[in-house]
Antibody, heavy 115, light 113 residues
C-alpha cells in the first residue's frame, strides 16, 4: 500500500525555523518526484515546492523562494522541507504529495506561526 | 502563471441527482507531448486531498465510475452521475502542463441539500 506520512509540524514564532519530514512507503521512492503542497486554514491548496527523483531539478513557489529548502534522501525513502524566516502567512497544513501527478498524499502536518 | 477558475464555488445537490463542476484555464493545457495534464482532487471533510482523475478523464484506482472527467484545451468538467452522501467535500482541479508553478482552482464545495 502506497503511504506517505508527514511529521515535524508545530507552533513556531515569526522568524523561526522548522523542518518537516515525509516518510514514504509502498512504492519505489527513488523513481518518483515529490512535492509539498500547503493549505491555509479554510483556504484552498497551494503548491509550494517540487523535487525530481534524484534531486537534479528543484522548484519553489514565489511565496517561499529563498526561505524554504526542499531535499530528499532516497536511501531513507524520505522527503524534507526546511522552513526558515517563517511568517504568520505560512500557517497551514503542509502535505507531502508523491509523484509528478500528485497521486499520493499524506495526512498533512500543521504548522502554526504565531507569537 | 496559469490561472485555474472553477465554477460554481458552492454546489448544493440532492442525493441521487447529478452534479457538474467546471474548470477553466487561462491558457491551453495541451502539452508538447500531446497530453493534457489536468487533474481533479477530492477533499472530504477533515481529510487530505485524494486524486480522482488524471489527464482529464482517467479515473484513479478505486474511484467509483459515477465520477467522470471531460474537456479539452481550456475547458474541463467533472461530473458525478448520481451524488452519494460520501461525495460531500471540496473538489479541486489542478494543471500540470505549464510548470512551475503547478496551479489549483479555488475549489468547489459540494454539499447535500
Amino acid at each position: 500500500e502506497v503511504q506517505v506520512v508527514e511529521s515535524g509540524g508545530g507552533l513556531v514564532q515569526p522568524g523561526g525555523s522548522l523542518r518537516l519530514s515525509c516518510a514514504a512507503s509502498g512504492f519505489t521512492f527513488s523513481s518518483h518526484s515529490m512535492n509539498w503542497v500547503r493549505q491555509a486554514p479554510g483556504k484552498g491548496l497551494e503548491w509550494i515546492s517540487y523535487i525530481s527523483s534524484y534531486s537534479s531539478t528543484i522548484h519553489y513557489a514565489d511565496s517561499v523562494k529563498g526561505r524554504f529548502t526542499i531535499s530528499r534522501d532516497n536511501a531513507k525513502n524520505s522527503l524534507y522541507l526546511q522552513m526558515n524566516s517563517l511568517r504568520a502567512e505560512d500557517t497551514a497544513v503542509y502535505y507531502c504529495a508523491g509523484g509528478w501527478s500528485f497521486e499520493s498524499w499524506g495526512q498533512g502536518t500543521l504548522v502554526t506561526v504565531s507569537s | 502563471d496559469v490561472v485555474m477558475t472553477q465554477s460554481p464555488l458552492s454546489l448544493p445537490v440532492t442525493l441521487g441527482q447529478p452534479a457538474s463542476i467546471s474548470c477553466r484555464s487561462s491558457q491551453s493545457l495541451v502539452y508538447s507531448d500531446g497530453n493534457t495534464y489536468l487533474n481533479w482532487f477530492q477533499q472530504g471533510p477533515g481529510q487530505s486531498p485524494r486524486r480522482l482523475i488524471y489527464k482529464v478523464s482517467n479515473r484513479d484506482s478505486g474511484v467509483p465510475d459515477r465520477f467522470s472527467g471531460s474537456g479539452s484545451g481550456t475547458n474541463f468538467t467533472l461530473k458525478i452521475s448520481r451524488v452519494e452522501a460520501e461525495d460531500v467535500g471540496v473538489y479541486y482541479c489542478m494543471q500540470g502542463t505549464h510548470w512551475p508553478p503547478w496551479t489549483f482552482g479555488q475549489g468547489t464545495k459540494v454539499e447535500i441539500k
